[in-house]
């Protein structure tokens, strides 16, 4: 009886902490086994030459770091993947501050504005291989609508501009733009809503509008809105497989090919069922991503930190 009712008064004084971790542990679970436990995995399958076939011990052969050796000295396309990428994280982060505005713009008491709402959160809701099957129309050379507004100016793009590689990778990249910015948006608005217009207004007592109630009011508390938003666009970025496949499948000449449809060429596809080449690509995606990932969460984890001071 002593030891029951011992029991149940530890229980209600650790309720606090035990009900958060009880609800988490499902979601930890699942975590542990198709995130955490397949990221090891993929570097130690990356050490293998393997073919995906049969047991990677008995059919793999072990060669240490040579995958690794030939990605970044051999590889061209490997390299061309990785510039790819590069070009993916600079223009992708656009989508950051062009959510910020229209979420702005969306956020006045203006006459229609639900239909103006709908109309620019209308793209997150499509499909990744509808908005690449959309602008693969959009994108035809001489019928497309993009080759007939640009023809108004006298420019012509031989090929198309998916067609041409100096131009394939951008075009692609405004497409991801599309329901990336609108991504943005939502995460702004829901922003938006929590900022303390008691701040708002004694930023107007103090001569603050434009420009400077933005900067020195209105973006501070909108910080959590802008991590996760950056975090989101990175990985986008990153991962830009769906959109590759739709509209390019790499080509033309393997121009627009980034590092998340190169693992898939090397490890699954006809040209490659080279499964340590393609987890030593994953790996190297995921050591990138989580560079910059971290680099974020370090600068989140500062700042509050300055705030509890």
């Known amino acids: 009886m002593t030891t029951a009712s011992a029991d149940g008064g530890w229980l209600a004084r650790n309720r606090m902490t035990i009900t958060p971790i009880l609800f988490l542990l499902p979601g930890l679970l699942f975590f542990s086994v198709y995130v955490v436990f397949p990221i090891f995995q993929s570097f130690y399958i990356s050490t293998f030459e393997w073919n995906g076939l049969g047991e990677l011990e008995e059919q793999g052969r072990y ?104 131009t394939a990778t951008y ?44 900067w020195h009011v209105i973006l501070p508390q909108l910080r959590p809105a802008t991590f996760i938003a950056f975090v989101v666009t990175i990985i986008g970025a990153l991962r830009s497989f769906d959109l590759i496949s739709i509209m390019t499948n790499g080509g033309p000449f393997g121009s627009t090919r980034v590092l998340s449809f190169y693992m898939f060429e090397k490890a699954l596809s006809e040209y490659g069922f080279r499964m340590g080449y393609g987890s030593a690509i994953a790996v190297v995606l995921f050591l990138i991503m989580l560079i910059f990932i971290g680099y974020f969460l370090w600068q989140m984890y500062q700042d509050e930190k300055a705030l509890r001071r």
């Open 63 to 166: 060669v240490g770091l040579q995958n690794y050796h030939e990605l970044f000295y051999y590889d061209r396309n490997f390299e061309i993947s990785l510039w790819n990428n590069v070009r993916w994280l600079v223009l992708y982060l656009l989508a950051i501050p062009a959510g910020l505005f229209i979420a702005l713009f969306l956020n006045q008491t203006i006459v229609g504005i639900r239909v103006y709402k709908s109309l620019f959160f209308f793209p997150f809701v499509i499909s990744q291989v509808v908005v690449g099957l959309v602008f693969g129309w959009f994108y035809l050379p001489n019928d497309g609508l993009f080759d007939v507004l640009v023809g108004w100016f006298g420019i012509d793009i031989k090929g198309g501009v998916i067609g041409n590689p100096n």
């Open 171 to 214: 075009g692609i990249i405004v497409a991801g733009l599309w329901p990336q910015t609108a991504y943005c948006m939502i995460l702004y608005l829901t922003g938006l809503n929590a900022v303390d217009p008691e701040q708002i207004e004694a930023g107007r007592l103090d001569g603050a509008k434009g420009w400077r109630m933005l």
